[in-house]
T-cell receptor, first 111, second 113 residues
Framework: LAKTTQPISMDSYEGQEVNITCSHNNIATNDYITWYQQFPSQGPRFIIQGYKTKVTNEVASLFIPADRKSSTLSLPRVSLSDTAVYYCLVGDAQAGTALIFGKGTTLSVSS | DGGITQSPKYLFRKEGQNVTLSCEQNLNHDAMYWYRQDPGQGLRLIYYSQIVNDFQKGDIAEGYSVSREKKESFPLTVTSAQKNPTAFYLC????????????FGQGTRLTVV
């Protein structure tokens, strides 16, 4: 499984765009890039997943360069409720191997 | 409502006792997982199961046991052999072919005194 590296923490203010970058230099051909969000005392929640280029949903955008060695989760106009831990995972969606979570990035949004 | 249910939410046990955490899903997912989370830490994999009657150890399986007799259920037993059982336990499931899109339960906070 490809190892991921992401910042331990980030700070932002309400209304700003937040970009969290994840490095995954050893990503394999069949690997997808997946992001989860976790609030305190809750289970993680799937946010977005992509293979290459750009993916956008109602919550976030995911940017993946051509070499796929990194990815950026973009949260537009964050609010206080976006304060959470964000995890970047890399894995083969069809292989059935378990998801491996690192420590994630703790995002703190202030007013 | 479809989802994954963990019970109880809070659990207290005396040291030396075995305790079983429940995890049930009605999403018809093939794969199920158990994770442990300690304060300020990420999730660590205990066990996972891709199909009924089969499961694999994760990174920290020592002191834990599981069973997968039904597709819907994946109970975790924390045995007295687990040295530091106090933690937040999370169960998850994912569908075949979409293993990276996991659904998590709300967790069980186990405190051993």
């Amino acid at each position: 499984l490809a190892k991921t590296t992401q910042p331990i923490s980030m700070d932002s203010y309400e209304g700003q765009e937040v970009n969290i970058t994840c490095s995954h230099n050893n990503i394999a051909t069949n690997d997808y890039i997946t992001w989860y969000q976790q609030f305190p005392s809750q289970g993680p929640r799937f946010i977005i997943q992509g293979y290459k280029t750009k993916v956008t949903n109602e919550v976030a955008s995911l940017f993946i360069p051509a070499d796929r060695k990194s990815s950026t989760l973009s949260l537009p106009r964050v609010s206080l409720s976006d304060t959470a831990v964000y995890y970047c995972l890399v894995g083969d969606a069809q292989a059935g191997t378990a998801l491996i979570f690192g420590k994630g990035t703790t995002l703190s949004v202030s007013s | 409502d479809g989802g994954i249910t963990q019970s109880p939410k809070y659990l207290f046990r005396k040291e030396g006792q075995n305790v079983t955490l429940s995890c049930e899903q009605n999403l018809n997912h093939d794969a199920m997982y158990w994770y442990r989370q300690d304060p300020g830490q990420g999730l660590r994999l205990i066990y996972y199961s891709q199909i009924v009657n089969d499961f694999q150890k994760g990174d920290i399986a020592e002191g834990y046991s599981v069973s997968r007799e039904k597709k819907e259920s994946f109970p975790l037993t924390v045995t007295s052999a687990q040295k530091n059982p106090t933690a937040f336990y999370l169960c998850a499931s994912s569908p075949r072919g979409f293993y990276t899109e996991a659904f998590f339960g709300q967790g069980t906070r186990l405190t051993v005194v």
